[in-house]
Each structure stands twice: as structure tokens, then as C-alpha cells.
């Protein structure tokens, strides 16, 4: 290979006492995707914003194309070709695409030349093999494409070196395709592209090259054809987790818990219909725009449906507000564990009684801190939460085990029925394979679980069966057995024959 165009040489970071990096070196080349997997907290954060200027080392040096620099800010990084794009596109909702693609550059005469700035914007976006309308709002765009806009920002200022943390975390399967796709395009055009994921199975299809870290360090890096699955789950985590994506035992009862016939929401899904027994696991599989979030929202009662039945343990039940659900002994885990699932400011102990407050509460009305602190010690070590205090503020906690605080908050309620969205969304491959242990070992002692993903192995995974749906219709319910990734992928995209 030539010479790399972005090096990290033996650089550490430290908050405090915490010790972010430790002696970690890197080389990123010109046209590779390079692939770095760890778990939450093991230093990829603090690696990215060495790279981009946000955080300066205390030790080591940041080389550009062999020539040590101090990049003092995201700005001095934009000018030495080094741009990133996060799981959570930045957009500017009210300003159109091609206003979005050169937002940085309004200095150089943005308004003054629009007929210049769209033909180059169109450029662009041919460029990344994207059909997208430059004057149309980004308001109305969806993630993928709001990724696409990003990466033609980015584009645009000449990058050299592109990062991507998790920038399929929030898509659907066919627009993470169409993602890692753009990521290869850019590596053959000469870019060095960072592709940090905690999907390992992507990792193998887009990437060149792989690093594994832990706790701050570097543990290794191979090309992709001389490592496997295995091995890079051992080194990320210290430990062998076998198959974390492994189908467990089903455990499902005789007892019908939850009946639902024909539930309908007015223009927005319509006529669905299953069964779940108590110790079964339901998938609900499907691409974004498919509404399974939204039947969800309906049975725990936020936008009730405007037809159709639910029996829920023999009887039958109309739940119009979440309270009504929880009295029922129905909890929701929101795949927004940030804005709807957790208070990240407020402590662990504080966060785990939420839905249960008033169980908590002296005969003066008064919160029992020390009941709070018991309960949340108990769960603490029932869920390997990963904190020396549960005074620690959730916002505080790696992604991982935030998801544990915020299960540990429903799991409290003692409910018949979980239903989780996203449950792995954005944690790594050691706290999925413990949210999964997590919710099988929840349907065996007897509870019922709706699980929502749009990663399909983890939809094969957990689901004794599986319902698809697609754009408010419900395309099928799957056995397990019968089911597979291409056919759950062609019945969510509507292809003929697929319910044969």
C-alpha cells in the first residue's frame, strides 16, 4: 500500500481517572474500507473526535499522509479532507438538499450562484448513486436519505477520509444495503472510509480491512477474509459469547394471553391479527414505513386504534391510555431509549422506579430513597448493570446498559406482556446477547413478548413466530421453522407470491 492518509500513533486520552484511549495506533489507507468494531465504552467515540479535532491526545500523534498535525477542531479537520456522519443524520429540516449539501460553504457565495450550486449538488448525489430531488425539503426526507445528504456535504469539501459511526443503526435493511453500497463507491473512488458498526454481518460484507478494540485499546486488525465472526465477538468482549444470534428454546404455553383481531388505526395500519401465548416470543418484522411501531403504540394504549378487538387473559380489553396498559400488566420498551424510554439526567435508582412511583411513596406522600436504592441494587446485579453506583446518571451509562436500566424500569411493573422495539438497537454484540438471554429467560418464567427489529437475524433469532407486515398491512404470520431471511425480506417489499 501507499503511504496512509490518516495515522494514530500510540495516542491515549484521558477524563479524569478515566482512561478513554491507551497507546492506540491506526492506519487508514486510500481506497479500503476500514471496519472498527468494540463494545460500548471500549474507546471508538473518543477515537472518532481525536480524528475530527473535537478532542486533542495527551499522548501520541495524529499524522496526515505521514506528516504529524494538530488538528484543532472539527473545522481544521474539514480542511485536512476529515468529515464524519453519525447514526443521527444533521440536517437542516427547513433548508432543501442542495442547500443542506453546502451549508458549510454559505461564505463562498452559496445564494449568489443557485443554478451553480444545484448542478453541482445533482453531481454529487449521481455521484453516490442516489435518485434524489436537490429543491425538494429535507424535512420530508427519510434517514437514508438524509445520510445520503451528509455524505455529499461531505463530498463536497473534498473529503479524504470519510466517517461513518453506526450509519445503519437506524435504517431498514434495504436502505443499509443501499448504504454499505455508497461506502464501497466512495473506497473505489479513492476515499479511505471508517465504517464503525455493531452489526457484525455487515462488517463482512462492506469491509477491507477490520480493527477490534477494547477497553481503549487496540487488540487487532486483519484483513476481512482472515478473521470470523467468532473471533472478533472474543476479542471484543474478552470473552467467547458463542452464537448470539442463535435461536433459543421455545417455551410458549397452552394459554392464550393476547388475542388480537382485526385492529385497525384510520390510514395508518389496518386488519391485523394474531395470537401469543404465554413463554412465546412474537416477531414483527418489516421495512421502515411498515407501521409495526405503530400497532405497538396501540396496544399500549398512546394512539389507540380506532377498530378492531383485543382479549387480553380471556377478556376483553380497550386500552386507551398507557396507564391502562400498565394496570393491565402491559410495558412498552421504546426503541428511543434517549427521549422516550429514559430520563438521562437523573440517576439509575430514579429511573428504574418510574413506572412504578407510587409503590414508593410513604404514608406522607414522600419517596422512599432507600426502598428506591434496594430495588435498583437488586436489579443492578439481576442485570449485570455495568456501574459501581446506582446514583449514576443514566446519561452516563454506555448504550448497553442504559437498555438494562430501562428494562429493568418495566420489569419492575412485574408485567404479563413485554413488548420491546429495537431492543439492540445501537449496543454492542456483548449486550445483545444478554438482552436476548434477558427476554427469553422473561417468556419462560411465564410472560409474553412482542419483540419489533429490523435486524433480521435477531428477527429469526428471538421469534417463535413471525408476523410481517408492509405499509400498514399485515403480509403474513411465520412459523419459525418456515420462515428465512429472503422470505421475510420478500414479503415485506410486497413481491408476489411471497405469502405462498
Do not use: C
Not at 218 to 227: D, F, K, L, V
Not at 398 to 414: E, F, P, T
Not at 434 to 451: M, N, P, Q, S
Request: no cysteine.
Amino acid at each position: 500500500m501507499t503511504a496512509p492518509l490518516l495515522t494514530l500513533d500510540r495516542v491515549s486520552k484521558r477524563f479524569g481517572s478515566t482512561h478513554a484511549l491507551t497507546d492506540m495506533s491506526l492506519n487508514l489507507f486510500a481506497g479500503e474500507v476500514h471496519a472498527i468494531v468494540g463494545e460500548n465504552g471500549a474507546g471508538k467515540s473518543t477515537m472518532i473526535k481525536i480524528m475530527t479535532g473535537i478532542h486533542q491526545p495527551n499522548e501520541g500523534r495524529v499524522l496526515v499522509d505521514d506528516e504529524p498535525r494538530m488538528i484543532a477542531g472539527s473545522q481544521a479537520a474539514r480542511e485536512l479532507g476529515i468529515a464524519a456522519i453519525y447514526q443521527e443524520p444533521m440536517v437542516f429540516p427547513d433548508l432543501d438538499v442542495a442547500e443542506n449539501i453546502f451549508i458549510s460553504q454559505v461564505g463562498g457565495g452559496l445564494f449568489q450562484n443557485k443554478a451553480g450550486q444545484r448542478r453541482e449538488a445533482r453531481a454529487l448525489i449521481e455521484r453516490i448513486g442516489m435518485d434524489l430531488d436537490v429543491d425538494r425539503a429535507a424535512s420530508g426526507l427519510t434517514l437514508a436519505e438524509q445520510q445520503a445528504v451528509e455524505i455529499a456535504r461531505a463530498l463536497s469539501q473534498d473529503v479524504r477520509v470519510l466517517i461513518m459511526d453506526e450509519p445503519t443503526a437506524s435504517l431498514s435493511a434495504h436502505e443499509a444495503q443501499q448504504l454499505r453500497r455508497i461506502a464501497r463507491q466512495l473506497a473505489s473512488d479513492g476515499v479511505s472510509v471508517v465504517y464503525i458498526s455493531h452489526r457484525l454481518e455487515e462488517i463482512f460484507e462492506v469491509a477491507d480491512r477490520v480493527t477490534v478494540i477494547r477497553d481503549g485499546e487496540h487488540i487487532s486488525t486483519n484483513p476481512i477474509g482472515e478473521t470470523d465472526t467468532d473471533t472478533m465477538i472474543a476479542e471484543m468482549v474478552g470473552r467467547e459469547v458463542g452464537n448470539y444470534f442463535a435461536k433459543g428454546e421455545n417455551h410458549a404455553r397452552d394459554e392464550v394471553i393476547l388475542s388480537v383481531a382485526n385492529l385497525s388505526l384510520q390510514g395508518v395500519f389496518e386488519d391485523i391479527s394474531f395470537e401469543l401465548k404465554r413463554g412465546e416470543v412474537l416477531a414483527m418484522a418489516g421495512l421502515i414505513g411498515a407501521r409495526r411501531t405503530d400497532v405497538a403504540l396501540a396496544l399500549f394504549g398512546i394512539t389507540p386504534a380506532t377498530t378492531g378487538s383485543v382479549i387480553y387473559k380471556g377478556q376483553p380489553l380497550t386500552v386507551t391510555s398507557p396507564k391502562q396498559a400498565m394496570d393491565a400488566g402491559i410495558a412498552y420498551v421504546s426503541e428511543d431509549r434517549r427521549k422516550l424510554g429514559l430520563a438521562m439526567p437523573m440517576a439509575i435508582r430514579a429511573n428504574i422506579s418510574l413506572a412504578t412511583l407510587t409503590g414508593f411513596l410513604t404514608r406522607f406522600g414522600l419517596i422512599d430513597r432507600a426502598g428506591e436504592k434496594a430495588t435498583a441494587d437488586r436489579f443492578r446485579e439481576r442485570l449485570a448493570i455495568r456501574t459501581p453506583d446506582v446514583e449514576t446518571e443514566v446519561g452516563m451509562l454506555s448504550g448497553g446498559n442504559q437498555q438494562k436500566v430501562m428494562l429493568a424500569k418495566w420489569l419492575n411493573m412485574n408485567p404479563d406482556l413485554l413488548i420491546f422495539d429495537e431492543p439492540t438497537r445501537g449496543i454492542d454484540v456483548g449486550a445483545k446477547a444478554e438482552v436476548h438471554d434477558l427476554i427469553r429467560t422473561f417468556v419462560k418464567e411465564g410472560g409474553a413478548a412482542i419483540v419489533i427489529s429490523s435486524d433480521l437475524p435477531e428477527v429469526l433469532a428471538m421469534g417463535d413466530r413471525i408476523l410481517v407486515m408492509r405499509e400498514g398491512q399485515q403480509m403474513a404470520i411465520l412459523d419459525h421453522d418456515e420462515a428465512s431471511q429472503e422470505r421475510i425480506m420478500t414479503l415485506a417489499t410486497g413481491q408476489a407470491g411471497a405469502a405462498a
